[in-house]
């Protein structure tokens, strides 16, 4: 049987075109089938879960009846009319919801870099919106459980490798409902042009960036050991490849998505135009920074704040900040480059806001023009690139000699 | 002005430091005047002041993020 990484080649292009075209017909007559869209879901998570991967294909039914089941189990506990709502109930569920992932991430380290049988392509993100479904189910935004509509959100074929990180009622919203003509025409129009940039970003500056430059200016710089204006090239050569292949994934999910008449909402807006960190955030894997903004963050200087945990609130916000970013790094893998990597960013948020308050309060005698602004978004740029660097690993190859 | 809005607009004030009853539309986010942090002291504040919950999954940015739409929001919540 075939098997493609989605989004790998032309041939899965076309296959995925050839599948749409009937759907896009019954957009734009009005008629949305949930019975087409379940099948043709089917035949691209078998195209990526199925063939010689058919193991991680077992892996994801297996995690799929867990998280289902829990998150079942916990909606109707708060549904019940005289819900407790007992806070180490949560606390238990949203640990269960991540235990899997926490497992798929803590094997490599600890068994020479092997994976674990039960991980598969995509399981941070699904992971991510169990544990969303989890918290708004606490709060009561979420009030119903349908099995079958939160199977379809975890499984939304287009986003389910690498998100972007969809809402479950934006999701819904989209999902039981079809888009008017015009407006149908104009996700049409949005989505093609998304997959196009996308074509340019994926596969032809990330190939020249990743493909071309990188390995010649890493081999450099393991031949000039140490610091190096080759060391340089890696990072900005590396920081360049991120962004487009990452930029150009994200297009594609988007710009299918689009086709199919969910909104999935963008992942980066022009983040090298950022003026500052915060600004970074807002504009980089953006559906993952509001994730980690709305879930972690929010909640942690909310229970922080209640409990008066800091007296100050400036300590509440920067404490928050450090463990939010190295939650994140974690997230991201048991690497030391992984966790300092998001150490760094921690503190870069520390950083930056003590610099506003400090702006705020000398408006007067601190200049502000065309250039001060240039200067920021080139100090902000090169503080960015430098946390990628970190987060490539390349270090870790260089000073210890480990192999990627 | 009721008295809905003269609380948000005071309690925004002392958050924000800035007084924004003139600027009602303005964009705070976009302009710098509030963050995540200052979103959710102001969900403290609501409820301190006002008796209000809100929980944190109902703050969706866009629809809290001008001066108005705070005052129209609360009002709703009344």
Redo the contacts between chains.
């Keep these: 049987m075939m098997s493609f990484d989605p989004y790998g080649n032309p041939t899965y292009f076309v296959l995925l075109f050839i599948a749409l075209l009937p759907l896009m017909i019954g957009l734009l007559y009005g008629r949305r089938s949930h019975w087409y869209e379940s099948l043709i879901s089917f035949v691209f998570l078998m195209l990526t879960f199925g063939g010689i991967k058919w193991r991680t294909g077992i892996a994801l039914i297996i995690y799929l009846i867990y998280q289902i089941t829990l998150v079942w189990l916990y909606s109707r506990y708060r549904q019940r009319p005289d819900s407790p709502n007992k806070g180490w109930i949560f606390v238990v569920s949203v640990i269960l919801a991540i235990i899997p992932l926490a497992i798929v991430k803590i094997t490599p380290a600890v068994h020479h870099g092997a994976s674990s049988i039960i991980g598969f392509l995509g399981i941070s993100y699904l992971t991510f919106k169990v544990v969303q479904m989890i918290?708004?189910t606490r709060?009561?935004?979420i009030k119903e459980f349908h099995p079958v509509l939160f199977g379809q959100f975890l499984l939304f074929f287009p986003t389910i490798s690498s998100g972007p990180i969809d809402r479950y009622r934006r999701f819904v919203k989209d999902y039981e409902s079809v888009p008017t003509r015009e407006k149908y025409l104009e996700l049409v129009e949005k989505g093609v042009r998304y997959i196009f940039i996308g074509f340019f970003y994926k596969f032809i500056l990330a190939y020249i960036f990743g493909t071309v430059m990188l390995p010649t200016v890493e081999h450099a710089a393991l031949q000039a050991h140490g610091i190096s204006w080759a060391l340089v090239g890696v990072m900005y050569t590396y920081s360049m490849d991120l962004f487009f292949d990452f930029a150009g994934y994200s297009l594609f999910a988007v710009g299918v998505s689009y086709l199919m008449g969910i909104e999935t909402p963008m992942n980066f807006n022009q983040p090298f135009k950022s003026k500052n960190i915060?600004d970074f955030w807002n504009r980089w894997h953006m559906t993952l920074s509001f994730w980690f903004?709305?879930f972690i963050?929010?909640?942690l200087?909310?229970f922080m704040?209640?409990h008066k945990i800091f007296k100050s609130?400036i300590t509440?916000?920067n404490v928050?900040y450090v463990i939010n970013m190295l939650i994140m790094g974690f997230w991201h893998g048991e690497t030391w480059y992984y966790i300092v990597y998001g150490l760094f960013h921690g503190l870069a948020m520390v950083v930056n806001d003590a610099w506003?308050r400090f702006k705020?309060k000398n408006q007067a005698q601190i200049p502000h023009n065309k250039f001060t602004e240039y200067f920021a978004i080139f100090l902000t740029f090169n503080v960015v690139c430098f946390s990628f660097l970190i987060f490539s690993g390349f270090l870790n190859q260089l000073w210890f000699g480990a192999r990627p | 002005m009721d008295e809905t809005q003269s609380t948000v607009l005071s309690i925004l004030q002392d958050l924000t430091g800035e007084d924004v009853s003139s600027n009602m539309d303005t964009n705070l986010f976009d302009e710098g005047i509030l963050d995540s942090m200052g979103s959710v002291q102001l969900l403290l504040e609501l409820q301190n002041q006002l008796g209000i919950e809100v929980p944190v999954s109902e703050f969706e940015r866009s629809e809290w993020d001008t001066p108005a739409k705070i005052v129209a929001k609360v009002e709703s919540m009344q």
């Design positions: 918290m708004e709060d009561g935004t915060k903004r709305d963050y929010m909640r200087v909310f704040m209640k609130r509440t916000a928050a506003l705020k």
